[in-house]
């Protein structure tokens, strides 16, 4: 039987890959554990990455950083998200991102070989990572039109909607780095929202 420490990752074998109950502990093999420090990176620009972070628990954050050195948030991924730079490990390229421990957190570091012991034991795995990929497309693709289309108070909504417990957790500076805008617009978003929601009309 796995550990408390591993709820997480059971159920989403049990429930999301639809691995037979009996079975998903025998998973506990073709992974690894691992506990990482708030700031630590799982990976960094130029190199390869072959791994994909299942969040057990706490917060990563998935960034790039341009040539003036400013941070470019791609994504969060609180307990029971998915996380990885998907160019890299499909196409064994060299990475354009990091993926960074936000909060100190507890991660299943799932591999390649990982997902292809799964696909080849059980069968329903190959095309319920499928129906992953096609939502994590769509994902994308509503997260290029939130950027390309929307006001900043439509992207902030948003982003409350995608993430509802991540604005307790997460400085400013990185919610408005996810927005594409700056904190000092984020902070006037908010103070509109306030007085539209609470003051009296």
């Given amino acids: 039987m796995m550990s408390d420490s591993h709820q997480n990752i059971t159920k989403y074998l049990a429930e999301v890959l639809e691995i037979p109950v009996d079975a998903v502990a025998d998973c506990n093999n073709h992974y690894t554990y691992k506990r990482v420090a708030r700031n630590q990176l799982l990976l960094r620009e130029g190199e390869i990455g072959s791994d994909t972070f299942f969040v057990e628990k706490g917060l990563l954050r998935m960034y790039s950083i341009d040539k003036n050195g400013k941070e470019h948030i791609i994504q969060f991924a609180p307990e029971k998200w998915l996380i990885s730079d998907r160019s890299s490990v499909y196409f064994n390229e060299k990475s354009n991102y990091y993926i960074e421990a936000v909060e100190d957190s507890e991660v299943c570091v799932l591999s390649s070989v990982f997902f292809s012991k799964m696909n080849e034991v059980f069968k329903n795995t190959s095309e319920n990572n499928d129906i992953l990929l096609q939502k994590h497309i769509r ?48 902070s006037r978003v908010r103070k509109e929202l306030v007085r539209k929601n609470f003051e009296p009309s």
């Fill in 139 to 186: 994902i994308l693709q509503n997260r290029i039109n939130s950027l390309l289309a929307e006001t900043a108070e439509e992207r902030y909504l948003n982003f409350i909607k995608m993430y509802p417990d991540i604005l307790l957790r997460v400085p400013q500076w990185m919610v408005a780095s996810y927005l594409g805008i700056t904190p000092e617009s984020l």
